[in-house]
T-cell receptor, first 116, second 113 residues
Framework: EPEVTQTPSHQVTQMGQEVILRCVPI?????FYWYRQILGQKVEFLVS????????KSEIFDDQFSVERPDGSNFTLKIRSTKLEDSAMYFC??????????????FGPGTRLTVT | AQTVTQSQPEMSVQEAETVTLSCTYD???????LFWYKQPPSRQMILVIR??????QNATENRFSVNFQKAAKSFSLKISDSQLGDAAMYFC??????????FGEGTQLTVNP
C-alpha cells in the first residue's frame, strides 16, 4: 500500500540553525500539507500546497517557514532560523483532492525536531 | 473559526468492554466532515473513521462506530470489544471548505487487561 514517507525521523539542531524536513507524498496525490504537534498538545495545521504554490497557511507559518517541491517527488519544509519553541513533531500529509473534504489526508510517520 | 473540543484528557477501559470518547465542535458551515484519528506511541496518525455531515446514518468501521448529533454539534466515538492494541491517543478532527484539518486536544485511551 502506498504511504507517505518522511526523513529524517529525528533531527537535533542548535537554536538559530536552518533545518529542512523532507517528505515524499503518495505519488498520484496533488495536495500536500505540513502539520506540527508540540509534545503533549494538539496537532496544528501549518500550510497546504498545490500546483507549486501555497494554497493556505496558518498564523504559525510565518516568514521563518517555507515550503518547496524541488522535484517531482519531494516536498520540503524549511525553518530558516530555529527557535526552542520550534521543537515538535512535524507531520507531512497528502491527498488526491484537497478541497473535497471527504478525501482522506494520508499522514507520514513524522519528523521529531529537537532544538537545543 | 472552527473549533474542536475533547473534554476527556484520559479514559480507560477493560479489555473486551466498550468505551465512548466525546467530541464537540463549533462551526457555521452546513457541509463538513468529521474524523477520528488514532495516534499510537509511534506517533503515526491513523484514520479510524469518518462521517459526512450530510449523512444522517452514523458511520461504522468494524468495532468502531460514531454517534453524530448534528444539531448538538457532537461526534462521539464508540469502541466495542476493546483490545490492547486500541490503546492510543485519539484525536477528533474537522474539515470543511478549506483543506486544513482542525484537531481537538486528544483523549489518551488506556486498555486494561
Amino acid at each position: 500500500e502506498p504511504e507517505v514517507t518522511q526523513t529524517p525521523s529525528h533531527q537535533v539542531t542548535q537554536m538559530g540553525q536552518e533545518v529542512i524536513l523532507r517528505c515524499v507524498p503518495i505519488s498520484n496525490h496533488l495536495y500536500f500539507y505540513w502539520y506540527r504537534q508540540i509534545l503533549g498538545q494538539k496537532v496544528e495545521f501549518l500550510v497546504s500546497f498545490y500546483n507549486n504554490e501555497i494554497s493556505e497557511k496558518s498564523e504559525i507559518f510565518d516568514d521563518q517557514f517555507s515550503v518547496e517541491r524541488p522535484d517531482g517527488s519531494n516536498f520540503t519544509l524549511k525553518i530558516r532560523s530555529t527557535k526552542l519553541e520550534d521543537s515538535a513533531m512535524y507531520f507531512c500529509a497528502s491527498t488526491h483532492f484537497g478541497t473535497t473534504p471527504s478525501y482522506e489526508q494520508y499522514f507520514g510517520p513524522g519528523t521529531r525536531l529537537t532544538v537545543t | 473559526a472552527q473549533t474542536v473540543t475533547q473534554s476527556q484528557p484520559e479514559m480507560s477501559v477493560q479489555e473486551a468492554e466498550t468505551v465512548t470518547l466525546s467530541c464537540t465542535y463549533d462551526t457555521s458551515e452546513s457541509d463538513y466532515y468529521l474524523f477520528w484519528y488514532k495516534q499510537p506511541p509511534s506517533r503515526q496518525m491513523i484514520l479510524v473513521i469518518r462521517q459526512e455531515a450530510y449523512k444522517q446514518q452514523n458511520a461504522t468501521e468494524n468495532r468502531f462506530s460514531v454517534n453524530f448529533q448534528k444539531a448538538a454539534k457532537s461526534f462521539s466515538l464508540k469502541i466495542s470489544d476493546s483490545q490492547l492494541g486500541d490503546a492510543a491517543m485519539y484525536f477528533c478532527a474537522y474539515r470543511a471548505g478549506g483543506s486544513r484539518l482542525t484537531f481537538g486536544e486528544g483523549t489518551q485511551l488506556t486498555v486494561n487487561p
